[in-house]
């Protein structure tokens, strides 16, 4: 594919915001970046033949000099000078290496559509496997995610809330987990037969790889995901800590794996093709969150794991019912790695999920 210009640009005019002085233009960069991000089409498609450039709201002269730039030459010149006048080249870098393969809303679009690439399509996507409810840090109940849910035609979703490691998330006990479980199962019998909520919990990985759920709460579950959130800017390999989470009996998913944010971190440093191997071997899925500012895996990192021998789930990571449109990002990202639908989860059947997820007869 040609490259992603919406979001070149985007980080280019965000390069610009983060050497703006006043926190004012600082804002108005920003919003212009992620106008930018947000377009549904590819610049190239917003501009008529020989007319100027097309008004975006939130994009002034400046933000529009940046995508002139790109288009006649692929960069931007004025944003490398200005880098430069402003003594901050270090920290832009450092900044531009955290934005790496995070695709634009265009780019979501346009790989959702394109037939040439493989992989599932919106209506291979049969259910969500990570989302909250206000059980843990989520905005809603776990009725509304459920009615969300078959709102979008899925056929099953796992609600899975933070497990009590991680107190900043108001994780869950084990009583909390009980009680949700009562709920899911009423949701359940309400829905009937149309759609199928499992009772799931992202289990948070300690320092050490261990997890803060013990061998009999991780059974007392339907779908285990498990997620770093420490640990995540420490330097140095982590390659251990990774597989001993994925060699816990019981997991089913590694969860946003690196622990990257755009712009902001890279996530775990480890020998991500030794992981991806003991995943496979622990018949462990690797996880495509589709969370914009996470995108983790992206679509390089997720080839890698396909070619390792692992399954894949995709998921939105949705807090609120909105959200659940960030599985649209973890497919793009999916079809981009030419991943087939057969070693994706979400893709599966019901019957099928539960055989592999150990939870049938
Ligand atoms: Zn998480």
């Not at 610009?16 to 212009?32: D, T, V």
């Not at 008529?48 to 975006?56: F, H, K, Q, T």
């Not at 490691?165 to 009680?179: I, V, Y």
Request: aromatic share 4%; charged share 25%; glycine share 8%.
């Amino acid at each position: 594919m040609t490259p992603d210009l919406n979001a070149i640009i985007a980080n280019l005019i965000e390069d610009l915001a983060e050497i703006q002085e006043s926190k004012q233009s600082q804002m108005g960069y920003r919003r212009a970046a992620h106008a930018v991000l947000l377009l549904e089409q590819p610049i190239t498609a917003l501009i008529e033949p020989g007319a100027d450039l097309p008004v975006i709201p939130n994009v002034g002269p400046k933000s529009l000099r940046v995508i002139k730039d790109v288009l006649e030459t692929g960069r931007s010149d004025t944003v490398e000078a200005a880098v430069d006048a402003s003594g901050q080249r270090t920290a832009i870098d450092w900044r531009r290496a955290r934005r790496i393969n995070f695709l634009s809303r265009a780019r979501v679009i346009e790989a959702l559509e394109d037939p040439r690439l493989g992989g599932p399509r919106r209506a291979d996507y049969l259910g969500d496997l990570q989302m909250h409810s206000d059980w843990s840090d989520g905005k809603t109940t776990v009725a509304a995610m459920a009615a969300a849910c078959v709102e979008r035609g899925y056929r099953y979703a796992a609600m899975t809330d933070h497990s009590h490691g991680l107190p900043s998330a108001h994780g869950l006990t084990r009583d909390d987990l009980n009680r949700q479980r009562a709920e899911i199962d009423e949701v359940n019998q309400t829905l009937g037969d149309r759609f199928c909520l499992l009772a799931g919990v992202e289990a948070n990985i300690g320092l050490d790889g261990s997890l803060d759920l013990t061998a009999a709460e991780l059974g007392a579950v339907d779908l285990v995901v498990a997620a770093a959130h420490a640990g995540l800017r420490v330097p140095g390999d982590q390659t251990r800590r990774m597989i001993a989470a994925v060699q816990t009996p019981g997991v089913h998913v590694l969860g946003h794996p690196r622990g990257r944010v755009r712009g902001n971190r890279h996530g775990i440093e480890a020998d991500w093709d030794l992981v991806f191997e003991a995943a496979a071997r622990a018949n462990v899925a690797i996880e495509i969150d589709g969370d914009p500012a996470r995108q983790d895996l992206d679509h390089a990192m997720a080839r890698r794991a396909i070619d390792a021998g692992c399954v894949l789930a995709l998921d939105s990571d949705a807090h609120a019912p909105m959200e659940l449109g960030f599985a649209d990002i973890a497919l793009a990202h999916a079809r981009l790695a030419g991943v087939p639908s057969d070693r994706i989860l979400n893709c599966w059947p019901l019957g099928r999920l539960l055989d592999w997820l150990g939870r049938r007869g």
